[in-house]
């Protein structure tokens, strides 16, 4: 059974660095074609897509945060992480991370979710 | 980037009723079109892939078609379980990814 789980804080402070952590079970992002991507969700708000790591440890960002963001990824912990620096209220959000394969019959789709983490921005 | 626009923004229909959603590319994207459905509170769940494939285990009246950049996105007998908000989601430029701005579905 695939399943991912995302941790991290609930509040941060406004210029703060915020990092999210994303445990997952059921596949290998070692794998060919695997990969963990990102997605937040502001409150009464559409998703949006933030970053995604490859098997090959190539890494993708949202043209409009990619000076904020940075993931990496931990493969014997089963592990991804996301850093986004200097925090402003605007990015309270739900944070997803999701899996994705770039390759096979779902390629491109976010096949698999976490349940979410909130995280509010706020002094 | 390539820009996701999806209508309406919001929806209300009866139970029974044929249900058509739009999403449009702002540039042609083939077939590299995913559809998911959101519950309030809940994560994501994919339902279409590739315009037109039905992922496994969704119920056979939810159904899309489309290439290019006109796609459509059909549940042809909303039950009461369907109230959701649903996106569209373009993978054309992998692994930049975009999704639409969403519709909300409720019953009428």
């Known amino acids: 059974q695939v399943t991912l789980r995302e941790s991290g804080p609930a509040l941060v402070k406004p210029t703060q660095t915020l990092t999210l952590t994303c445990t997952f079970s059921g596949f290998s992002l070692s794998t060919s074609g695997m990969c963990v991507s990102w997605i937040r969700q502001p409150p009464g708000k559409a998703l949006e897509w933030l970053a995604l790591?490859?098997?090959?440890?190539?890494?993708y960002y949202s043209t409009s945060l990619k000076t904020r963001l940075t993931i990496s990824k931990d493969t014997s912990k089963n592990q991804v992480v996301l850093t986004m620096t200097n925090m402003d209220p605007v990015d309270t959000a739900t944070y997803y991370c999701?899996?994705?394969?770039?390759?096979?019959?779902?390629?491109?789709?976010?096949?698999?979710w976490g349940q979410g983490t909130m995280v509010t921005v706020s002094s | 980037d390539i820009q996701m626009t999806q209508s309406p923004s919001s929806l209300s229909a009866s139970v029974g009723d044929r249900v058509t959603i739009t999403c449009q590319a702002s540039q042609d994207i083939s077939n590299y079109l995913n559809w998911y459905q959101q519950k309030p509170g809940k994560a994501p769940k994919l339902l279409i892939y590739?315009?037109?494939n039905l992922e496994t285990g969704v119920p056979s009246r939810f159904s899309g078609s489309g290439s290019g950049t006109d796609f459509t996105f059909t549940i042809s007998s909303l039950q009461p379980e369907d109230i959701a908000t649903y996106y569209c989601q373009q993978y054309d430029n992998l692994p930049t990814i975009t999704f639409g701005q969403g519709t909300r579905l409720e019953i009428k």
């Open positions: 790591i490859d098997w090959d440890d190539d890494k």
């Open positions: 999701a899996r994705i394969r770039l390759v096979g019959a779902t390629r491109g789709a976010f096949d698999i």
């Open positions: 590739d315009a037109s």
